[in-house]
Every structure is written in structure tokens, then in C-alpha cells.
């Protein structure tokens, strides 16, 4: 394809990239002259994005250049014939991260696989255009993680079960709509932070706090946190009681003349990963404060007609009555949230505390009791 512009003119090809490397090694970073940033590098994680195009090259290359967004590549002049394209010079504008994922593998790619390209030529004097182009091929919103499971079967069957619940909103990993206006949403259950409580509700509290990306990357953690077990009425549990705690810390970091106790509660729910413990440390309660067996977590919930709102109110007496134990899930957190073990631990005495006050504390208990729908 040729398209024709008022100060420079483009045409649009796919090549094969078994060519690509030999020459991106004897070129080097001339490549990027005029690109925002070099070659980034890669490393074998599922986070990072130069990995997987390296895979993406080696398992599905007949594919790659379907996957893959291509190159943008500015040029002083250029002739195409049948087979080939003459050039005089050349910087990669858009496609470094590509570039240098192709030219670092170990082998050749196979033959079949190609790229994108679309090459601008544009007159040197052009100093305004070729400012634009290389600045608006580079000024994208950001994709976040969990924008790539937006499609996702659970995410839209969620996102069908929150209309059915007030005063909620869930993107379910898709952001934006229709609209030109940035509005505020103040019902929205953000993606992100449906994944932390989810996690920390679930006994991973250092996920939720250290990884919130990668719950939405990473398909193992994902799986454990949405599937077909996961209904909207139990986001909105799990999310509540996050906010409950993170409500009971302004709490207690507004109020004037704090008692000894209070200091060292808000000491403790100031510290990383604090809030995220202490909602695992609260889930691990359950069968404590509903005195009955939870053979399934996923089944708790207020209903499908409780608001998040709501579901943050009927947390609100339970933390009270719990909170004075928090300062023994201390030495979880002393040195970082990183020990599953202590974790395991810390919120274990923490439970054992919560049975000795059962009976002290039966009326709350109770009152919660029966707010919860799971049979």
C-alpha cells in the first residue's frame, strides 16, 4: 500500500525477518536514532513484553506478524520493486523493543515469519513532520495488565453479574467507553483492586500487595482468583472488608488523643502490606466468627443486593471488635511482607485470639452472622 502525504509519502509491507538479525548486528543502535528509547533488553518472565515477543517468534511464527504491531521507519527516500525495497536512509521510530527481540535470539527466525512495516519517506528539511511522527507513533495510552483479560469468559460473566448489584460498577479488566469525556465513577470496583482483595481474601497477601499486575498476568494466579466459583456478590464482600480496614486506619489517623492501643493498631496498619494481611488475617477468622464451617470461601457473601457501601458498614463492627489483635500479626510484616510461613503464622494466633473473645463478642459476631447469604 502507498499513501501519499503533503510533505513526505509511505508505503506499507510485510518482510520476512530471517534477514533481520545479521543486519541489526552490524547496524546496532544507528537503528534508533530517532526513536524515544533503544532496546530495553529481555528476561524469561511472563511480565515482560521482549520475552514474549522472542517466544511468540519461535512458537507461532506464521502467525507473528498477525500478533505483532510492527515498525514504524522513517527514511530519506525509498523504491519498491517486486521483491525487494531500496532505501536511503533509515531510523526505527516505533518497533525498537521488536527490533531488538528479533535481533538478540539465538537462531535465525523461521521463514515464515514476517513483520509489518511501514516505511515514511520524509524530506530531512521536514524538521515539524518528523518531530510528530516520532512523537505521535509514541504517545499511546498505557495498556495496563489487566486490560488483556478483558475478553475473558469470567470477566464478562462478571461484569453481567454486577448490574444486577447497586451502586457497583466493575470494568472487569476493560477500561474506557464510548465516550469522549473522562467521567468520574465513584460506584467503580477498579480491576486492580478487585484482584488485591480477591487475593488477600483468598490467603495471598503478598500477591495482593507486592503483585497486583501480576495477578492479572500470571495464569495460575488469575485462575485461583477468577473462575467459575467467583460471583460478583463475593467481589463486593471481599472488596468491603479491604476498605473497612482501610476506612478504620483514617479512622484512627484523624482522631485526636489516641490511647495506648490505638497508637500501636494504627502503627501496625501503617506498615506495607498492612491491609492486605489484615483482611487474610480476617477471612482466616471466618469460621470463628460464623462458628460454623466454610468449606468454600467463594460462597461467602451478603447477596446480590448488597452495595459495596453496604458491605463495608457490615464489616465495620467486626474490625472493631478484632482490631486490638492486629499488633500480633506483627512479625509477618516486621520485615516486609515476603514470608508465607510467618504469614501463616501470624494470623493463625491471630485466630486464636478471635476464638478466646467468641463469646465476649457473640453479639456482633452474630449480627454479621446473619448478613451472610452462603448456605
Known sequence: MKFLGRDGHLTQQLY???????????????????????????????????????QTVENDAPDFWAFNNGLTVLTHSYSVGDKTIVIQG???????????????????????????????AVD?????????????????????AADFRST?????????????????????????????????RPNLLGSYTVGQALAAFHGDPIT?????????????????????????AHIVCCYGLVRAIEAKKKQ?????????????????????GAIFLTTYALSYCLETILDRS????????????????KAIENWKPVIDALIPFVEHLNPAINNGLKNQSDIEQ????????????????????DIFKNKIVAP
Open 90 to 120: 533509515l531510523s526505527i521510530v516505533n518497533g525498537a523493543q521488536t527490533t531488538g527481540a528479533i535481533g538478540t535470539l539465538k537462531k535465525l527466525p523461521d521463514e515464515k515469519a514476517m513483520v509489518q512495516a511501514r516505511f515514511i
Open 208 to 232: 495482593a500487595y507486592n503483585k497486583k499486575a501480576g495477578i492479572w498476568i500470571n495464569n495460575k494466579i488469575y485462575d485461583k482468583l477468577f473462575n467459575d466459583n467467583t460471583k460478583a
Open 346 to 365: 501470624a494470623v493463625s494466633t491471630f485466630n486464636s485470639l478471635a476464638k478466646s473473645t467468641r463469646t465476649f463478642n457473640s453479639a456482633v459476631f
Open 124 to 144: 530531512s528539511s521536514s524538521e515539524y513532520l518528523i518531530e510528530n511522527i516520532i512523537r505521535y507513533n509514541n504517545s499511546q495510552n498505557k495498556v495496563e
Open 16 to 54: 520476512r525477518l530471517e534477514i533481520w538479525p545479521n543486519y541489526i548486528k552490524n547496524i546496532k543502535l544507528k537503528f534508533f536514532s530517532a526513536n524515544i528509547r533503544d532496546y530495553l533488553g529481555s528476561r524469561k518472565s511472563d511480565s515482560n513484553i521482549n520475552h514474549g515477543i522472542k
Open 252 to 272: 484512627l489517623q484523624l482522631k485526636a488523643n489516641l490511647t495506648r492501643d490505638e497508637e500501636k493498631n494504627l502503627f501496625f496498619l501503617r506498615q506495607r
Open 152 to 184: 475473558d469468559k469470567i470477566q464478562k460473566r462478571l461484569k453481567d453479574e454486577f448490574n444486577s448489584i447497586p451502586e457497583a460498577e466493575y470494568e472487569g479488566g476493560r477500561r474506557g467507553s464510548t465516550s469522549d469525556v473522562i467521567r468520574r
Open 294 to 309: 466454610v468449606p468454600n470461601l467463594f460462597r461467602i457473601s451478603f447477596g446480590v443486593k448488597c452495595t459495596p457501601t
